[in-house]
């Protein structure tokens, strides 16, 4: 399988990957599927994601996307980071096979997986959560 | 960039003594070898001169040899040129897609197919235990091509023989590689592309007296069992390879036996790594690591980036997204066939580009193991 430069460069040098210490909150998603698993762990103040990091088991797209997450939702407000799909990711990456696009969905999943586990925790303003 | 092919259980570069002998084959000798006149007579000579080069490999006589194009072809033609409705096929459960895959056919057709299990190394179980009234074919792969585990094939045709079945084996990874004798076998599919020959040769063995239908219905060539006009550079080339592979298949087998176990102690050092498979009875080029919390196909992108080719028979690899049906039939958990890594030498592998691949596989597990949930 041949991947475009983009996908293989987030493969190469992923970005933001790793255990976090103290995260505010962290979304473990374990796809039956594929197999594949995708940790996000993220650093919440006042609404806003000052930090996020992944750790990721999976093929190289897998990785590229739980790392181009990252560097799209660091900064971003909750609200604003909800509303990242997979197609985002897509179409940030341009071209990705066919049998490798449910990798963005996995990544979005486990996203909003950390942010219901952030919600969860504490606060409960969070009303749109999401399965 | 460095460039390494460990790969060659998909397939092999053509040797230059091979290429050498099949060149005047295309603008020179180019007769039709079912002609009558002297064009088509050299080709003859030359056509059976290959058939009994690769009859001498596995000790069996010419007119045994049957020439195809491909061995799913000639995994095609022994299983549906013998097996009609009501008629019981036994295979097992690690064989190449291409029996498998005509196995089912041959179900919806109407064949019973019983599938055999294979013990945690690879070894096929209960034969005798599934054998029925009706069973007419024993097909079980000789070498896999994932794991490389050898099958005892003289146990097996034994056992098909006393219980008057007739037994086919794919050898397409084995022949040229391993000593093979047919004297228990009745059929055998064998390739040229896997033992440096060219690509578009192979053939079946059928031993004499065996009736088949053929696939295909034309000229005649091949006793009827194969009509086509002859690929006669590619049958060539085959011939020749298997000439060489018979010659020196003591020192490649050596050669490579070394490398193999090189590769095997240093991965089994790295934590989390295991060997699939027996760790005797395998091919000379074939082995087949797992790694724990990481990705088969991650890991060949990685190894590819850095000028390696390998396999992988993760999920992630696959169109169907499922993991090798053949390493989930070793017993092992869908997740564990997911860090799967197959490397597979040949007679140019270098110790030198397997210290190189050694350097890169304990650095790349390293990256991906740190990118891991699981360390």
Known sequence: ?131 | MKKVYLDYSATTPVDERVFKKMMPFFSQKYGNASSLHSFGQESKLVLEGAREKVADLISASSEEIIFTSSATESNNLALKGLLKKGDHLIISSIEHHCVEETANYLKREGVLVTKLEVDKKGFVKDLQKNIQKNTVLISIIHASNEIGVIQDIEKIGKIAKKNNILFHTDAAQSFGKVPIDVKYIDLLTASSHKIYGPKGAACLYVKKGIKLTPLLHGGGQEQGLRPSTYNISAIVGFGKAAEIAGKEMEKDYNHQVFLRDKIIEEALKIKGCYLNGDNQKRLPNNINLRFSGIEGEALVIKLDLEGIAVSTGSACASAKLEPSSVLLALGLKPHQAHGSLRISLGKYTTEKEIDYFLKILLKSVKELKQISPYK
């Not at chain 1, 995260?23 to 998603?29: C, D, E, I, R």
């Not at chain 1, 374990?30 to 698993?37: I, R």
């Open chain 1, 1 to 131: 399988m041949s991947y475009n430069e983009k996908i293989i460069n987030h493969f190469k040098n992923p970005k933001n990957y790793g255990k976090m210490k103290n995260p505010s909150a962290v979304g473990k998603l374990d796809n039956k599927n594929c197999g594949d698993v995708m940790w996000i762990y993220l650093k919440i103040k006042e609404d806003i994601i000052e930090d996020i990091s992944f750790e990721t088991l999976g093929c190289a797209v897998a990785i590229a996307n739980s790392s181009l997450l990252t560097t799209m939702v660091k900064g971003k407000t909750i609200k604003e980071a909800l509303k990242i799909k997979d197609k985002d990711l897509i179409k940030e990456f341009g071209q990705v096979p066919k049998v490798k696009l449910h990798c963005s969905f996995l990544a979005v999943k486990a996203l909003k997986k950390a942010i219901n586990n952030y919600y969860e925790k504490g606060s409960s303003s969070y009303v749109g959560r999401s399965r």
